[in-house]
């Protein structure tokens, strides 16, 4: 949700804490701000609502200086944001700074304890109480130590943190605590660092400390770092994790918006994933970490996410049905856990979240995993907490997606989960070796086909000017198309403000058909597969009531073209049901044309945020 970054070392702090919030922006971007103990024994900062680019500014004229400092971008919880609610956060005697991500959830009862006891607050947020506990704290039991004033204050605290500190007082030090809001910092030769995530620590280094819940370090300036324990005892080892991340990856690399470069990805994205999975019995897939009599045993399959993620799941449900002949339910994180699922001894749990950090779908895990089930990861960023929580994890390689909107995660994981499925079609005898022989050749002509429907986006900027003067939109599409459809309406709302609603296609004439009118946006995809003339159907219905229809269809579909102003066209895919992998990319690349035409920011959709650590 928001994004924390914290330096103490040789150089100025400023230039990197900017840079890192840079990184971080994707995690929220309602206001920012930075604070550095500055050579006069003060703290200084700048905070400001808006970008971090609007920060950048005020710094420049602010003149920051110091060696040690921490920084916040927000995405506001408690409290709007304003320049007062933005972060970081001080103590009543301006010498102790903090930053947080995360929920306090017991604020209210805080805020009134620390009002009677003489604290002023200046802020509408919930991380306030914090820097005002560990005033008390550095006052008090903690005699002067900073790891201990932030341990007692966060005993104090019920919800989720990753928090930094500085005090005046302790020269030097940033303090970081984490629960429930993921944290990593690094030791370097010229400082120690620490940040939400790895992104912004790419550049300056390629192996990082892993924090747990309930952990402290100390971070301080000739690099060094100690992690603490929820007892306040130094852990000996705490995690680790070796960034393979390009620092290059997360920067624009010449395209003009990230989420243009990652849809730009995508083949090499899925050519990553797919490399050496072919083994000689069958799909090599040790990260399930489970036997074949384990997996052969699976008899029903709960697959969790939210969002985007979610349609993954859709997807995956058919194909681990079609082929693995497993049951499986498909469900919203945030729905699945306030419902009794039916869990056997023999469930498997697949979570699905290119963060890893998805507050929803935590906790449907750990709940899925308290019932006794085993549950498997499909994730995108390295030491995630979905990850470090599952009993076994699949990276799918992408590389940093920053762009809110996810679109190469989203492909990635479609492909992730048709590995799954086909280990699992395999293991309980399903499925022959030489049909996973042939299903794997068919994947990996995948990257070629997004290759051609990338060198066709001019089609999709041709249909873009087709929703100038829309107000809403519809999407189509049967079978698995019918989540393509819904995650291209998604990916156009979400960046273009514009509303789009996805339907099954068959569905139409059961109520939405009403909204039809003289160039109302319909999007139907329609490749050449098993219910292209029920589809082609329903678009003569479109067409029948004058509105706009364009179709997603396959090469040499003559029918099609004589039906449609307008047709995205896909080359032919060898399996129907991996359709959804290559027609996406033209409703992604659509939707980025559409809302740059109407002048939206398309990597930093307004309200969202790119990973969602509150339920
Ligand atoms: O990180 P996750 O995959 O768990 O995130 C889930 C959703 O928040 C995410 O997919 C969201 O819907 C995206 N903004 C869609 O583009």
Request: charge should be negative; charged fraction near 20%.
């Amino acid at each position: 949700m928001c994004g924390i970054v914290g330096f103490t070392g040789k150089d100025q702090a400023v230039p990197f804490l900017l840079q890192g919030l840079q990184a971080l922006e994707y995690r929220g971007y309602d206001s920012a701000g930075v604070e550095v103990l500055s050579p006069d024994g003060e703290l200084h900062g700048v905070k400001c609502s808006g970008r971090v680019a609007t920060l950048a500014e005020r710094c420049r004229t602010a003149n920051l200086v110091g060696t040690t400092g921490i920084a916040h971008t927000r995405w506001a919880t408690h409290g709007a944001p304003t320049d007062r609610n933005a972060h970081p956060h001080l103590d009543c005697s301006g010498r102790i700074a903090i930053v947080h991500n995360g929920i306090i959830e017991n604020f209210q009862e805080l805020r009134a304890y620390l009002a009677r006891t003489g604290h002023t607050l200046a802020s509408d947020t919930d991380s306030e109480c914090i820097a005002h506990l560990v005033e008390d704290a550095w006052a008090g039991p903690a005699k002067g130590d900073l790891v201990e004033a932030v341990r007692n204050a966060c005993q104090r605290l019920q919800g989720s943190w990753g928090l930094a500190v500085v005090c005046a007082d302790a020269p030097g030090e940033v303090v970081v605590a984490r629960k429930g809001s993921p944290l990593v910092v690094a030791s370097t030769p010229d400082g120690a660092y620490a940040a939400s995530d790895v992104t912004p620590l790419a550049p300056v280094t390629s192996h990082v400390i892993t924090l747990d819940d309930d952990q402290y370090a100390r971070l301080l300036p000739d690099g060094s770092v100690t992690v603490y324990d929820a007892d306040g005892a130094v852990v000996d080892h705490p995690g680790t994790l070796d960034i393979d991340w390009d620092a290059s990856a997360a920067t624009l690399g010449g395209y003009p918006d990230f989420m243009a470069k990652e849809i730009a990805e995508q083949p090499e994205a899925i050519e990553r994933l797919l490399k050496n999975r072919l083994g000689e019995h069958g799909i090599e897939l040790d990260e399930l970490s489970m036997t074949d009599a384990d997996l052969a045993a699976i008899d029903r399959i709960y697959m969790v996410a939210c969002g985007t993620s979610y349609h993954v799941g859709l997807i995956a449900r058919a194909i681990v049905e079609e082929w693995a002949k497993v049951p499986v339910v498909c469900e919203f994180a945030s729905e699945l856990n306030y419902k009794e699922p039916l869990v056997t001894p023999h469930t498997l749990c697949v979570i699905i979240t290119q963060s890893g950090e998805t507050a929803d779908t935590l906790t449907a895990a750990r709940r899925m995993r308290g019932m006794g089930c085993k549950v498997f990861a499909i994730t995108n960023v390295l030491g995630s907490t979905a990850a470090r929580e599952s009993d076994g994890t699949m990276y799918v390689q992408a590389g940093p997606e920053i762009c809110v909107c996810s679109t190469k995660a989203y492909t990635a994981q479609m492909v992730a989960a048709v590995l799954l499925a086909l280990r699992l079609a395999y293991a309980n005898g399903s499925m022959r070796l030489e049909e996973v022989q042939q299903h794997y050749r068919n994947l990996c002509t995948l990257p070629d086909l997004i290759r051609e429907v990338l060198k066709r986006s001019w089609q999709d900027q041709q249909a873009a000017k087709l929703f100038r003067n829309a107000q809403s939109s519809l999407f189509l599409g049967r079978g698995v198309n019918s989540t393509t459809a819904a995650e291209g309406a998604l990916k156009l709302k979400e960046i273009s403000y514009l509303h789009a609603e996805a339907y099954a296609a068959g569905e139409m004439k059961h109520g939405p058909i009403a909204l039809l009118e003289p160039g109302f946006p319909v999007v139907a995809i329609v490749p050449a597969d098993h219910v292209h003339d029920k589809t082609v159907s329903n678009i003569q219905e479109v067409i029948a009531r004058g509105a706009t229809c364009i179709a997603v269809a396959t090469d040499g579909d003559e029918e099609v073209a004589k039906l449609c102003q307008n047709v995205l066209w896909i080359p032919e895919v060898p399996e129907e049901d991996f359709v959804p992998i290559v027609a996406i990319v033209h409703l992604q690349t659509l939707a980025r044309y559409v809302a740059r035409s109407r002048g939206c920011d398309v990597d930093k959709p307004r309200n969202l945020a790119k990973s969602v650590t509150v339920e």
